[in-house]
């Protein structure tokens, strides 16, 4: 449960990036933030967002290499992630972190005095303490991908860059390379972006009889 909240935790904040979470760099490189900008404003004006991606982690040194599949629904705060055989939902008020797997459910308060991954967290984690690079552009498909590297400034960080690729036609976010201090990769895939989606009105309602009554233990942190 607690390997499974962590990672559900990490990629969150990778998802964060694909939304609205990295488009404000100061005096950065003018043109990774003319093109963020671009991101951010295009993003902003979506009602809700579904995103189904491809997540990859990687270690060549350990011999590791998992391949993992998962989508995310976010309207304003709120947010519905199914990954790695959990669902997380935030509803405005609280993380409901479900792993049926475990038959477990964890809730939790978000405040900024935890480690908890609340929606503001999304949209402010890699906004400062970051020097920005324009890096290559890549033909995918027919379609432009133009990445910029994010590279932390603190030398204390578990992680060294972050490649982001936005699709230019679009203004999407199509791929994150992240890259750690200990040779670790994990790549996020956009395979389908769509918004404005119609969403069932209890799609982030949680529903606690429903898991009581099919026995599930219920943490409360």
């Given at each position: ?11 969150i904040l990778l998802i964060g990036f694909l939304t609205a979470g990295l488009f404000s760099f100061g005096q950065n490189s003018d043109k ?190």
């Amino acid at each position: 449960m607690n390997q499974n909240k962590t990672m559900i935790k990490k990629h969150i904040l990778l998802i964060g990036f694909l939304t609205a979470g990295l488009f404000s760099f100061g005096q950065n490189s003018d043109k990774a933030k003319a093109l963020l900008d671009e991101v951010y404003n295009k993003v902003k004006s979506y009602d809700n967002i579904y995103i189904d991606f491809r997540s990859t982690l990687e270690n060549t040194e350990a011999d590791l290499k998992q391949e993992t599949n998962g989508n995310v629904t976010l309207d304003g705060e709120k947010y519905f992630l199914n990954y790695l055989g959990a669902q997380q939902l935030f509803d405005g008020n609280k993380v409901y972190t479900i792993v049926p797997e475990n038959e477990e459910v964890t809730i939790e308060d978000v405040n900024e005095d935890n480690d908890n991954v609340s929606p503001s967290k999304m949209l402010t984690f890699y906004k400062t303490g970051h020097n920005y690079q324009w890096d290559i552009l890549q033909n995918v498909d027919g379609r432009k991908i133009q990445y910029v590297k994010l590279i932390p400034i603190d030398s204390n960080t578990e992680i060294k860059s972050v490649l982001l690729g936005i699709d230019t036609e679009t203004k999407h976010i199509y791929k994150l390379i992240q890259t750690g201090i200990n040779g670790t990769k994990t790549t996020l895939t956009v395979n389908s972006f769509k918004t404005n989606q119609p969403l069932s009105s209890t799609l982030f309602t949680f529903d606690e009889k429903k898991y009581e009554d099919k026995g599930y233990y219920i943490t409360r942190n």
